[in-house]
T-cell receptor, first 113, second 115 residues
């Protein structure tokens, strides 16, 4: 069955520290992979996506993610976290045609001063 | 540059009441979706549409209905509200045509409470 697992329900990091959010997926075909961010009271916004090619992809707001086929993972990273990064982050897997997109349960990021 | 617009943002319903959540997009996208978001559960697809006049069930369609009479609008109707429908509802769209990258564009959400 197709699924997305985000093992961490919430993570707290200090401002300026590095960040890694984990995502593992199960998908029958080569997936399209996404990370979305949801700020409080807002809808979801795309951070980055991977379809093919270079397995390290760059996104907005200084985020990057690496696709590792052997580990079925697509972890999100940022070298230095800012207080404004506090939000909920969703990993998703799918294909063209968004009705095939499956979302993880989300990881809430807290940033402490 | 509106994107996807949902109304209302907040609503409280009594059990058994009916209501419609409105959604409109101005990006000329073919595909539209309704999701519900519950704490710790991520987003679950309720219904989707691949074009005007075409709708289909998602993962959790029970208790909801949709219609798609135009490309722009995709309302979600709750006929007999139940406490289990207390949730945050998101409308989304994607291009759906050639070059579709699978990226979803979301509205800001509608928080519904059923008492």
């Amino acid at each position: 069955a197709q699924s997305v697992t985000q093992p961490d329900i919430h993570i707290t990091v200090s401002e300026g520290a590095s960040l890694e959010l984990r995502c593992n997926y199960s998908y029958g075909a080569t997936p399209y992979l996404f990370w979305y961010v949801q700020s409080p009271g807002q809808g979801l916004q795309l951070l980055l996506k991977y379809f093919s090619g270079d397995t390290l992809v760059q996104g907005i707001k200084g985020f990057e993610a690496e696709f590792k086929r052997s580990q079925s993972s697509f972890n999100l990273r940022k070298p230095s976290v800012h207080w404004s990064d506090a939000a909920e982050y969703f990993c998703a897997v799918g294909d063209t045609g968004g009705f095939k997109t499956i979302f993880g349960a989300g990881t809430r990021l807290f940033v402490k001063a | 540059n509106a994107g996807v617009t949902q109304t209302p943002k907040f609503r409280i319903l009594k059990i058994g009441q009916s209501m419609t959540l409105q959604c409109t997009q101005d990006m000329n996208h073919n595909y539209m979706y309704w999701y519900r978001q519950d704490p710790g559960m991520g987003l679950k697809l309720i219904y989707y549409s691949v074009g005007a006049g075409i709708t289909d069930k998602g993962e959790v369609p029970n208790g909801y209905n949709v219609s798609r009479s135009t490309t722009e609008d995709f309302p979600l109707r709750l006929e007999l509200a139940a406490p289990s429908q207390t949730s945050v509802y998101f409308c989304a769209s994607s291009s759906g045509g050639q070059g579709d990258t699978g990226e979803l564009f979301f509205g800001e959400g509608s928080r519904l409470t059923v008492l």
